[in-house]
């Protein structure tokens, strides 16, 4: 096999895992693309991504444009003479970008193409119920997430999993599927393949705030999955009356049961050990907690920071 020419494109730890394991490969990377250094934090500390902070210890050379069409840019990438551009999760790149290197440009996507396009796959994932996922290699064209599958490996979920513990199983094996990818690319014998014709694919459009809300009014299953496929990342929440003062609380984790009841959803029961949240059909335990303001904490240590519980009801929908 020989070993080819590689310029790696990736920002967060998801995409540090494979760049690692290209750098423990038999590939050379000639270089590192990431995002900018930026202030963030109450302090406004100048952070920087995980993919960079791991090329500068690999001794790596990096580079931060703020523009993918920048002239300067583009030779640079040209004078690097990659085989192959490798992509996992960064942000979309031009045509002029992409058409760089003589074999190509993949990009690494957690899920089943075309199932589940877009930047939230592997929430939508959970969110949805899914007994299994997946990950996906394919070149990259001028549409998103639509070109030519070169590999597939599939995963299971885990009944009570969250997105959280899936991502990192799923670096892992997405990790370990580029540099497959590399070596069926470098002998030749990978046949890229058109993705499968869906009438309608399932999407993972990018997660906003006000998509975090949790509906009670809804079966036991789906407010599970919801909450699980939103832990720890971006969190779902429900808005809490708490006497006069309405105060927003994100849910980690819970359990759920399922039964028949009379009880309005969204109905709240509590005491000072348990916080029973009643749905269409069943109940939901919060079992882990954010109040705003707050730390995150287990249910009963939220619960004893209240001396009487008759005050508390999920704010209805105005």
């Keep these: ?8 494109f990736g920002t967060p730890e998801f995409a540090k895992t494979s760049l690692e394991a290209i750098q423990n490969s038999p590939h050379k990377i000639a270089g590192v693309v990431t995002v900018p250094d930026r202030a963030s934090g109450r302090g406004l500390e100048i952070h920087q991504s995980p993919v960079k902070v791991f090329a500068e210890q690999q001794q790596l050379p990096v580079f931060q444009p703020e523009k993918l069409r920048d002239p300067e840019f583009l030779q640079q990438m040209k004078s690097l003479n990659a085989d192959v551009f490798v992509v996992v999760a960064f942000r979309m790149m031009p045509k002029v970008l992409f058409e760089i290197p003589a074999l190509g440009t993949f990009n690494l996507h957690a899920s089943l193409l075309p199932d589940y396009r877009g930047a939230a796959p592997i929430n939508y994932a959970v969110i949805n ?4 996922t997946g990950l996906t290699t394919f070149f990259i064209n001028e ?10 490996e599939k995963v299971s979920i885990f009944p009570d999993e ?26 030749d ?6 993705q499968p014709e869906v009438e309608q694919p399932k999407n993972a459009f990018k997660i906003f705030k006000e998509d975090t809300k ?9 407010v599970y999955n919801f909450i699980r496929g939103m832990s720890p990342y971006p969190c779902a929440f429900t808005t809490l009356k708490i006497g006069e003062e309405e105060k927003q609380l994100k849910i980690y984790s819970g359990r759920k049961e399922l039964f028949s009841h009379s009880h309005a959803p969204a109905t709240v029961e509590v005491d000072k050990s348990t916080f029973k949240i009643y749905t269409q059909d069943g109940i939901y335990y919060p079992e882990e907690v954010q109040l705003e303001g707050k730390k995150r ?5 939220f619960l004893n920071g209240f001396q009487k519980y008759d005050h508390i009801r999920i704010l209805a929908e105005p």
């Design 214 to 222: 949790i509906n009670w009014d809804q079966e036991t299953d789906r």
């Design 162 to 187: 969250n997105a959280g513990s899936l991502h990192d199983r799923m670096m892992e094996v997405g990790a370990a599927l580029v540099v497959k990818t590399l070596d069926g690319l470098s002998e």
């Design 129 to 132: 119920g899914e007994e299994t």
């Design 297 to 301: 904490m287990l249910i009963k240590d």
């Design 1 to 8: 096999m020989k070993p080819l020419n590689i310029v790696f």
């Design 189 to 194: 014998t990978l046949t890229p393949k058109p």
């Design 143 to 152: 549409k998103i997430d639509e070109g030519n599958i070169l590999l597939q």
